[in-house]
């Protein structure tokens, strides 16, 4: 990886979790509310992935704000709409939980489990049929893979050769259970096998998740049909706010916590490029300014109008169908 | 023209017009959809328009949301409705949902047809309506095609809305004769005065139309008084202006329908009634519905599960007796 886009992930990963720790203060201090699901300790994977598969149509999870900035939103319009604020991107009317910005084809945000993924198909058959090559990545967890819509995706994806990347990111539970007590095995890529080409990559290597990424969109443009790549990541935190996370030993936490993708990539930086800890400490502080002022235009802006409330249910103009 | 010919006829129209337009659901390309509704479309679009699918109904939705997240303006068909069950998550937490949570970003100019309603003995994994909870959803456009022409029109619109639509179409309609007139401007959301009269409004859809329409000159015999059927068309929208003004003119209203009756579609019609138009009524709202039990497979069961043009017919001139007509 050369040293400008290994300066870029990085700085995007410590933005990320930057941006992850003010989040979490603001939802203690009761700016914002309802579900927060917190990508801290997996920020590698979301900001390696996301750059890795720059063009092509992404589809994701609800714990999603590190990727949605890593693929280009605003980070004021991120927090913006964690505070349910109408400049978030949604205008406060999705949430944490989704957060849509086609202009980045980046089509949210969908908090229910799986559900994101036979629209990706969908999506990927568009594209086929368009006749763009980029493909279509789609994100899900360990916990979605056990479920019908994983199962008819990876079915019909396969049957129709579709320009798509199914990436599970594996870290090892399903809100609090964990995966092999409701999954026969630790690796999920074995469902994917009969199907398509599987990999798997250490989700807390930025560069290696991005090497692997890259290698798998170009399967893909080159018409091999659909590949399954699985990211094993680590969770530090609870699945959202509102989980204490007890059902981790302070042990599995430890060994989790010594793979810091973040820490990873500096020693890469060190070992590859020379960069010093000063160097560092510059890309740490202007993560932090970033956050701070994404956090203040969030703080300041307006509410959304109630009659907002009544926007976007239906389309504004209605298309005539007499031709 | 049959009502599956008019459907057919729609969906060629605007496949021809517009090559974003893509059908897919079970069995609809090589063998021309179980109700003959997509045959003969392959041979002119190609496999790749008409795209069979596997028997997964949540993938057949979902797939069109991701289509038409992508640009194209997919035409799902659920064979029958009570599949739809298995792809009411991607209905309800997708198709309705995602305009409306990305404030308007993302649009889903998409149609799921949906085949539905007792047809003859097919038991009751294969006989039910769902209009009750599909219009129960906030940003999903449902419409209902009771008539040849309406069927025609209503569905073009559909297609080419950027709305997502559930089109509701009844099992037992599609070999149903009727005119089109091919250059006629239809509004798709406004209800159709069947026929006219001065003295009962009797609100309904689908199939009941037809049922309606057969007991009314029973109804007219034995009350002296003439009936304004009501066809509604959009069951959301409604179109509660052409309503109104029925009502206003007769003063009572009967909805029939052919669902069970408990939480049944048409209470939406008779709680309007009694909430906004009270003072217009000389006689309580009634609705004349289906029995709340699973439609059953043998044949004089079936029939009485639900309404039929004597049960109307009887159950309205009754009522009219003791409301003073």
Known sequence: ?323 | MLYREALNRAIDETMAADGTVVVLGEDVGLYGGSYRVTEGLVAKYGEERLIDTPIAELSIVGNAVGMAMAGLRPVAEIMTANFSLLAFDQIINHMAKYRYMSAGKIALPMVVRFPQGVSRQLAAQHSESYEQMLSAVPGLIVLAAGDVNYAYHALKYAIMSDDPVVFIEHELLYNKKGEVDFDADIDPFKARIVKEGSDITIVSYLKMVDDVMEAVPQVEKELGKTCEVVDLCSLNPVDYKTLEASLKKTGRIVVVEEDHKTGGYGAQITSWAAEEMFYSLDAPPIRIAGEDVPIPYNRTLELAAIPTPEKIAKRIAEWGKTNGL
Do not use: W
């Open chain 1, 1 to 323: 990886m050369n040293k400008l886009l290994a300066e870029e992930i990085y700085y995007n990963m410590v933005l990320g979790r930057t941006f992850e720790l003010a989040a979490k203060e603001h939802y203690m201090a009761g700016d914002i509310s309802g579900f927060l699901h917190l990508d801290i300790g997996q920020e590698g994977f979301s900001v390696a992935a996301m750059k890795a598969f720059e063009k092509g149509d992404v589809f994701t999870t609800y714990r999603e704000h590190v990727m949605a900035i890593a693929r280009g939103m605003d980070p004021r319009a991120v927090m913006a709409e964690l505070f349910g604020k109408a400049g978030g991107i949604s205008r406060g009317r999705g949430g944490s939980m989704h957060l849509f910005d086609p202009s980045h084809f980046f089509y949210g945000g969908d908090a229910i489990v799986g559900g994101q993924i036979p629209n990706a198909v969908g999506c990927a058959y568009a594209r086929k049929f368009q006749g763009s090559e980029d493909g279509v990545m789609v994100i899900f967890g360990d916990g979605a893979s056990n479920g019908g819509a994983f199962f008819e995706s990876l079915n019909i994806a396969s049957a129709q050769k579709l320009p798509l990347l199914f990436v599970c990111e594996n870290n090892g539970y399903a809100i609090g259970t964990k995966i092999t007590r409701v999954a026969p095995f630790e690796k999920q890529a074995k469902k994917a096998e009969p199907y398509m080409m599987t990999k798997e990559v250490d989700g807390m290597d930025a560069v290696a998740v991005y090497e692997a990424v890259r290698e798998a969109q170009e399967l893909i443009q080159a018409g091999h049909g659909p590949v399954f790549l699985e990211a094993m990541t680590c969770r530090y935190e609870g699945h959202s706010m509102s989980d204490p996370g007890t059902y981790r030993s302070k042990e599995e936490m430890g060994i989790c916590k010594s793979k810091d993708a973040i820490e990873r990539m500096e020693s890469y930086l060190k070992t590859m490029y020379g960069l010093t800890d000063t160097q560092l400490q510059g890309v740490q502080r202007r993560a932090q300014a970033t956050v701070d002022d994404a956090a203040a235009f969030a703080a300041a802006a307006a509410e959304p109008e109630l009659s907002e409330l009544f926007e976007d249910v239906f389309c504004k103009e209605r298309v005539n169908a007499s031709f």
